[in-house]
């Protein structure tokens, strides 16, 4: 390692020292570590299979943030440790919920674990949330938008003790699905569409989302199909989409199934307008199904684009610093749930109290953090008060790696909401 690459890394975390120092009011030297007590923070993604390129992003920020917080000593007296769990497996190809449930039994059976961030994902938050809620171990999740497990009808299901335990840095696909047919219909004029999805929580429950707006704004849905995301040809059901003509095809899911549906759509319907969520804004759909492939698909993503922002250059120049690569909007949404995360903690120790889950549950329903993204608050389910949905269109930059969502990924718009 260079003597410059050194320097570069050091500028980059004393940038992101000063941004949480000034973000959670640390002010002081430098803790002792080995005099400080424990606590740890649980970290859940999807670090093997489809999705692995953005969970690194996601690992990668919130280290930085608990990073610099503990050189910032955030928490007088106390020292962040993560515990980083990966939910995708092999033989899932992506997210596995068995493997999620395993990881929320780890983190409930270590007693020092006061706090979760994460899954990315809602097939995994599903699974993990009934095993969270019986530990009172809370997490925070920066890209799982799956409205039913923070919605009070399923509390039963989700939170069977009753309190909430899933907090969220985006908004949920009770907003991401119907604002995306409302850019559908009001900004691209669709009057016919066909809805697939790929089978997964996240993806059944958007396009039910979706589809269900798109009706109310007068798109006639002309079909809905399933995909297996472990399938390899999706072209029999692509033929028969083009047979029907549609303007449009709206796509549920994620990348498993996103990067081969992409590949046979613009080979079978080169010119119909093709959608999708969060899941389908990528580097995996970049560099998976590659262009020209990709080229003019719109996505969303489930709160406000950042990146481009002024407020975010700081982390954007320390995030490329240390890591020697772009960031995305979930990043920061990562960055910011760490935020929130440490914030928790620090208004539980300066009230001179045991740091332990339940406090720690209770200091995030009271959630005003300064971030990023604005400040950070919840309702009272754990929802983000905030329901921005940005909507994006893939245009290639070949002046830009490819595989860079920031440069091909280019944003339009916040989607109209409803």
């Not at 850019?183 to 429950?205: Q, R």
């Not at 990348?255 to 549906?261: N, P, R």
């Not at 749930?337 to 339940?358: F, S, W």
């Amino acid at each position: 390692m260079t003597k410059r690459l050194i320097t570069r890394r050091a500028t980059a975390r004393l940038l992101t020292t000063t941004a949480v120092a000034a973000a959670l009011g640390a002010t002081g030297a430098a803790p002792a570590m080995a005099a400080n007590k424990v606590v740890k923070i649980g970290l859940d993604c999807s670090l093997t299979g489809a999705d692995s390129q953005g969970a690194i992003k996601v690992k990668d920020a919130t280290m930085m943030a608990f990073d610099a917080a503990n050189q910032a000593n955030a928490v007088p007296g106390y020292t962040f440790e993560l515990m980083v769990l990966d939910d995708g497996t092999a033989t899932a190809g992506q997210y596995d919920p068995a493997q999620a449930a395993t990881n929320a039994r780890k983190m409930v059976s270590d007693p020092l674990v006061v706090g979760a961030l994460g899954p990315e994902m809602s097939g995994a938050g599903k699974a993990m949330t009934p095993i969270l809620s019986q530990g009172d171990l809370a997490t925070i999740t920066m890209s799982s938008t799956n409205p039913d497990i923070t919605n009070p009808k399923f509390a039963a299901q989700f939170r069977p003790k009753g309190k909430p335990i899933y907090f969220r840095t985006v908004t949920t696909d009770a907003y991401q699905g119907p604002n995306m047919a409302n850019f559908f219909a009001e900004k691209l004029h669709v009057k016919s569409v066909y809805v697939l999805d790929d089978s997964g929580a996240f993806g059944v429950g958007v396009a039910d989302a979706f589809q269900a707006q798109a009706e109310k704004k007068g798109i006639k849905v002309l079909g809905r199909d399933r995909l297996d995301p472990k399938a390899a040809d999706y072209t029999t059901i692509l033929t028969k989409i083009k047979s029907l003509n549609p303007d449009a095809i709206y796509f549920g899911g994620v990348s498993q199934a996103g990067v081969k549906l992409a590949k046979q759509a613009y080979d079978i319907m080169p010119k119909v307008i093709k959608g999708g969520p969060d899941g389908m804004t990528s580097s995996e759909l970049l560099t998976g199904a590659g262009f020209p492939a990709v080229e003019g698909w719109y996505t969303t993503i489930a709160a406000p684009h950042l990146v481009d922002d002024t407020k975010a250059q700081q982390f954007v120049a320390s995030f490329k610093g240390q890591f020697g690569i772009a960031p995305d909007d979930y990043s920061i949404t990562a960055y910011d749930a760490a935020l929130v995360m440490i914030d928790a903690v620090k208004r539980v120790a300066a009230t001179g109290k045991p740091v332990t889950r339940e406090a720690v549950q209770a200091a995030l329903m009271t959630t005003k953090v300064p971030s990023i993204q604005g400040t950070i608050s919840f309702d009272a389910n754990g929802d983000l008060a905030d329901r921005t949905v940005s909507v994006f269109h893939i245009e290639k930059d070949a002046s830009k790696p490819l595989d860079d969502v920031s440069a091909q990924y280019k944003y339009l718009e916040v989607a109209p909401q409803s």
